[in-house]
Each structure stands twice: as structure tokens, then as C-alpha cells.
């Protein structure tokens, strides 16, 4: 198989790429993998192939499996109108180029999968999320739907796509609990607001396992009805999946799990109004929960390594 990665060097693309390569190694398929990218001296590893924006231009190279997962950061920097433009355009620049060379190529990709995040959905407490769910509008919503309506183009050129909604990623190595880990190592980890807000998360592990899963089954042909559709202007369905775990926990759960796993106390305490002075308009991801539950992957027989965050946790020990 040949796939095609843009983002491939960030958080998850490196570790998807790794966890392919094992996967096909271990089954003795070939596999070729390539990392889109805009600087062509990225440093990658000696078996990831590297390709820039402009080569993609004019290439006319074949992949079966196109995964986009560029995108800056959404919790990186304070909304600033500014920010929120370069949010949009770090997701939606590098969108057009993938379909432009969709259209170009006169040998389809059997596969788009294209990022998107569970702010899809909006602020909703904790009202249960599925993919059949609506949306209740704000700027990650936004965010999110005009990517994932660009992607959808691709089903103009008979190629299918399947949109993943992903939730906190949970890996010391980067994500939010990246940023916890040493706060909370030196005792000065806490809840946030009054704690009672839903975190929807994933673990890395599941989340790249999850996406291989997709993968294998969209490329083995088992499109599964189950799955929720989002309709496009030529009524052909993309397929949607909520990557997060079945097990949501409250703001207040994870800051003791977490705490328990350090063994550390987690006696403090950031007040609502000092997340909003602090944060801004972001301050929504902090204070505002999503209970977003995988039923379209669960549906689809996907059995997850770490359905508990206590499980996500202790396998990193």
C-alpha cells in the first residue's frame, strides 16, 4: 500500500506512521509511506518518503490512502482574530491541495481520511454526542464543519472519505497531558472550574489503532451502514467516527486519576473567571464539556486497548 501523510511529523502522524509500518511489517505486506510537507530539509526517518506541496503539484505519483491530519494546534495560542484565521487557513490551505491533486491524478485514491475534531458538536454540557448528533455553532464548530465540508469534495471525484473526529489524545508525549505532566509532577496540579465538565479523550495507542481499523475496512470494501453519513452536495455519503474512548470522565475524575497516577496531590483549584481572564474566548475548551461517545466505531466492531483512563494511563508506566 502506498498512503499519502500530511502532518505526518506532528503528534499523531508519527505515531500512526510507526504503528503502520509494524502493522504491515508483522503481516509481511509491503507498505510505502510518505510525509507531505512545505520544507523540504524536514527532518524525518530514513524509511518515511518525503514529499513537498509544490511537488505534489505537479506529481504524478498513485496513493491508495490519502490521510490528512494537517492543522495547527487549536489550544496553542489565545483566539486572537489572528489566531483563528491561521487555525482556518493551517486546515484549509493544504485541504485544496490534496483535492487538487485528486483531481489531477488520473489513478483515485482508494481512501481520503480527513482530520476534524469533536468541537465539530459545539458546546453541549452533558448531553450524550453520537455521530447522528447536531451541533451547536461556535468558533471550534466552525472550524471544524469548513474543513470537513472541503473534504467531502473528494467524493466528487469517486473518492471516499471518512471524516475522524478526534478528542483529547492522551500520550506523555505530547497533547494536553504533555503540558500537565510537569505541574503536576511538582504538586501543583489541580481541577479546573468547578470540575464537573465532561472530557471526551482517546489514548494514542487507540487512536492510531482506530485509524488503521478505518483504514482495512473502507480498503477491504465493508462500508458499514451503521456508521453515520454526512450528506454531500452529490448525496454521497462520507463516513463520520468519533475517535474517543467509550469511557468520558469529568474534569474533576481525570485531575485525580492523573494525581493518582503521579502520585501527587491535586489540591488546587483554577477558578472560572481566572480561566476566562487567562484563556480568552479558548477558555471554552477549559470550562465547557462534550460528552462525544464512539458509536459508529463501536458499531463497527472495533474493540478498544484502553477503554478507561486509568488503562490509558498505567500503559505508559
Request: include cysteine; proline fraction near 4%; aromatic fraction near 8%.
Amino acid at each position: 500500500m502506498n498512503i499519502l501523510i500530511s502532518g505526518g511529523s506532528g503528534f499523531l502522524g508519527s505515531a500512526f506512521s510507526e504503528a503502520l509500518q509494524r502493522h504491515y511489517q508483522q503481516a509481511d505486506r509491503d507498505l510505502n509511506v510518505t510525509w507531505l510537507t512545505r520544507d523540504s530539509s524536514q527532518a524525518h526517518p530514513n524509511d518515511i518518503n518525503m514529499m513537498t506541496y509544490e511537488e505534489l503539484a505537479h506529481s504524478d505519483a498513485s496513493f491508495d490512502v490519502i490521510l490528512n491530519l494537517a492543522g495547527a494546534g487549536i489550544a496553542d495560542a489565545r483566539w486572537s482574530d489572528e489566531r483563528k484565521e491561521q487555525l482556518l487557513a493551517s486546515r484549509i490551505k493544504p485541504t485544496e491541495s490534496l483535492l487538487a491533486f485528486i483531481a489531477r491524478t488520473s489513478i483515485k485514491p482508494k481512501l481520503l481520511v480527513s482530520g476534524s475534531a469533536i468541537g465539530w458538536y459545539g458546546t453541549q454540557g452533558d448531553k450524550p454526542l453520537t455521530e447522528s448528533s447536531d451541533y451547536e455553532s461556535d468558533f471550534a464548530h466552525t472550524l471544524c464543519d469548513e474543513w470537513e465540508q472541503l473534504a467531502v469534495k473528494a467524493t466528487q471525484y469517486d473518492v471516499p472519505v471518512a471524516i475522524v473526529r478526534t478528542g483529547v489524545v492522551i500520550h506523555p508525549e505530547g497533547g494536553m497531558l504533555g503540558k500537565l505532566l510537569t505541574p503536576f509532577k511538582i504538586g501543583v496540579g489541580g481541577q479546573l472550574a468547578d470540575g464537573q465538565q465532561i472530557m471526551s479523550w482517546i489514548s494514542r495507542e487507540d487512536w492510531v489503532a482506530a485509524t488503521i481499523f478505518i483504514i482495512e475496512q473502507q480498503l477491504a470494501g465493508k462500508n458499514d451502514e451503521r456508521a453515520n453519513a454526512l450528506q454531500t452536495a452529490n448525496d454521497t455519503p462520507a463516513l463520520v467516527y468519533n475517535l474517543t474512548a467509550p469511557n468520558p470522565v469529568t474534569n474533576h475524575t481525570f485531575t485525580k486519576t492523573l494525581g493518582a497516577w503521579l502520585h501527587r496531590p491535586t489540591f488546587f483549584t483554577l477558578p472560572t473567571f481566572l480561566l476566562k481572564l487567562m484563556f480568552g474566548e479558548m477558555s471554552t475548551l477549559l470550562i465547557d464539556g462534550q460528552k462525544v461517545l464512539p458509536k459508529a466505531l463501536e458499531n463497527a466492531g472495533y474493540e478498544f486497548r484502553q477503554p478507561t483512563l486509568k488503562q490509558a494511563l498505567e500503559t505508559q508506566k
